[in-house]
């Protein structure tokens, strides 16, 4: 029997899809780390990565992934003892308050449902209750295990409130939903390469301000390869000089792909992943599926779908992969069998969200649930229809 | 002017040269970190490295770099106040100390000069000598700074005697020179991809023996992305299951480099690094130059190759690479200007130590030091035609 679906397509947030000179560069032959073809990359890629977290500081790297940024973040920020809030909706909220926990801080942990949105007011109220001020509130931009967008130019409010410092998880967010680091005043943002920046997982960020960097360097101890200021104090050398290797390779890739957003354009690159996301959730509505989590119109990384009662949820992504070759994720922890998620951040398309779309409705008729054909398709096409196209016609 | 010198050659410790299918590899479409296809390639890695590392314990990998297994070293066997020994001879073995100086242990730092090796019997002395004996002794196998090779199975034993783990940096030597971890009875070994494992740089990797996980579980707190026993129980799962994303790509560089370690044998590779270090070694012999270090027939991973006194030594390897692309590294700390490092650990042969070579003697004598051109050469050569080849001639 002929397989006519030979195809793979990734569709889940992080690893994404890597456009073809990203993947073809790192088949080049490798850099030696300090070598000036090297240190000229290396030096162009921290000269740009700034503007896309929207922030005058310096952007840190590591070899590591987005969770190894994060552990840097609690290991240079809190201290054994001593207080931290964790405002968390969702799996990587929750990370958080595992890393204060595993670091020792006295965690205030304000939780909300998944695919719930942090609640700044709620923040504010427990800040305001506690009776030892952390110097550090936690939280997420774009929960990837729900969707869900928080208000983080509002939590950087209610931070600044209490004299404390924002450190928001920009994971999956950095690059598709706006974040204004400075603008909105959030002092830390932790980011990884593998999502919009549409790079292989292996290099962390962290964008550190210069008041992050004192709370670091007046708490010393308890990190070394992942210090801040070590690596700071090495990235600000001219030519800049990383502390340890670099992960030479995925740098870059890194590279290459910077040079594609700054051609497409920042604003344009937000734009697209608006009018994808915008695409995604009319192609939900129209298979008569619910979105999980709130109507939010800037929610434009991850779109999470609600199964129908009914089915075996988990055999729908599952069914996309093994029979169609679409690789969407579905749901985390208690919501596994409940939502599928189809990501669109970095390297995407209208066409990748056509694939989706249709795969789904196919695997949910697999599942045993009557869906029209082509009706999440036939209404994200007619979002793409009206978004228009830089390109004229005939 | 003609430019006869268009190629470029990678004799440094890492990152080292990367075989032409393993960069190939990297350019192949990204895959999810728990999609069948990768996890097939994740499982089959994880079996594979124990025998590379002489072990039957798991090999815990991170996506960060030897630096980064270095860090989770610390962090999961150390506890602020608690003695620890380091016996350093180099750059490298001085980074275990100021890892264990940044989590706080009371450290006792048991010194050698650059170049020398770590005498087990000072270190034996030092360790009767602490009145609160230290869990764990730190040590380096290979000093890339130097090139010096200690003896770690004395050191085991030294460790043993007095009831502590033994936790060696095999980050260069791994798979250059030999370390038998079981058979010697060394508790942990930390080694990264991009030296003889022959991939980029950003796979962290250690060896732990079940008694060092026991340790790390008895003092909790102060890592998380770096918890051995966390990344354990998820590498020990059916299928295995990294608590974090993978570093896929590089993965899968690293899958093509074990098939390729495993095709041409483990014992051979050793062996070609043995007569590769030889051949090296005599090329700086007939160079009339004397090696650093000691005389050590099995310090296989980096020559060290002292420069004449009354020339510019920092100009040498400068010439050699920004003259004839051959970008070798020189000395480290107080030693640069002093030596000349030409790496051998990876995927290297036989003419790339004559490239290296003849690029010494040619630098050499650009820097105004008289050398016979193929002085050098001529001593590598004979070393070569000696050992022979498995292919007949003709």
Redesign the interface.
Known sequence: MADIYPK?Y?M?A?????PPAV??V????????R?P?FVEIYERVLERLPKVFRTENDVLC???????G??SA?ANLTR?GEPALVASCGKFGERWA??CG???ADLEHVSFEWGEKVDPERVDAALAAMERKPKVVFTTQSETSTGVLNDIAALAEVARGHEALLCVDAVSGLGAAELKQDEWGVDVVVS?S?KSLMC???IGFASVSQRALDLAAAG????????WNKTASGQRKSPPDSP???????FRALDVALAQIFEEGIDEVFERHAILARGARAGIAGLGLERFGPDDPDANVVTAALLPEGIDGAAVPKTM?DRYGV?AAGGQGHLKGRIVRIAHCGYYGAFDIVIALTALEMALRDCGHDVEPGAGVAAAQRVFSEAGSPAPVG
């Open positions: 793979q990734l889940t992080g690893p994404t899809p890597l993947s073809q790192m088949a080049e032959p490798i850099l030696y780390h070598a073809a590591f070899a590591s992934t987005g969770s190894g994060l552990e609690v054994p595992e890393l595993a670091f020792g990884g593998q292989p997982p292996g010393a101890g308890g990190r070394y390869y992942f210090d340890f290797t670099t992960a030479v390779t995925l992969r690789t």
